[in-house]
């Protein structure tokens, strides 16, 4: 069985993640969505609540789980049997740091490889950050996140205002 690890921090996870989600789980048997810590950046979702959220979003994908992990990514995927990491690319920008990082946990885990994938073209601007400052301006969010957890992202910088 192919396993692949599609790690991030989403918060909140967007129409991009969903994206790149469902063409991962075309290409894999079994898929993880692994929600990781990110010491730089300031999340407004604890990760079990992303966890929670990702759930509602891909419950129609049956090979897709949703977990989080706090430890090394490369590690986490030996654990877990991967031999693939999927990482969204939305620009060029993105590929330097994604490819030292691809490089590392080859070094770490030399049975792992990392697939690119390129964010769809109209997904390539969306980050999880752009959404969190929409909302704080009370945007209309459905051309960006999954009608599941529009609700929860509004309330949630509702209250952090």
Request: charged content about 30%; overall charge positive; proline content about 4%.
């Amino acid at each position: 069985m192919k396993i692949a690890v599609y790690p991030g921090s989403f918060d909140p996870v967007t129409l991009g993640h969903l994206n790149v989600i469902k063409r991962a789980a075309v290409s894999f048997d079994h898929v993880i969505v692994c929600v990781m810590a990110n010491s730089d950046k300031n999340p407004i979702f604890t990760p079990e609540e992303r966890v929670e959220l990702i759930r509602r979003v891909v419950t129609t994908i049956p090979n897709v789980e949703v977990d989080h992990s706090s430890e090394l990514l490369a590690k986490y995927a030996e654990r877990k049997g991967a031999c693939v990491i999927v990482k969204g690319l939305r620009a060029v920008s993105d590929f330097e740091k994604e490819f030292q990082m691809a490089l590392i946990n080859r070094k770490l885990n030399p049975n792992l490889d990392t697939m690119f994938v390129t964010a769809s073209e109209k997904y390539m601007y969306l980050s999880s950050s752009a959404i969190k400052e929409m909302a704080k301006y009370e945007v209309d969010l459905t051309e960006f996140l999954p009608r599941e957890i529009i609700e929860d992202v509004r309330k949630r910088m509702k209250n952090r205002r």
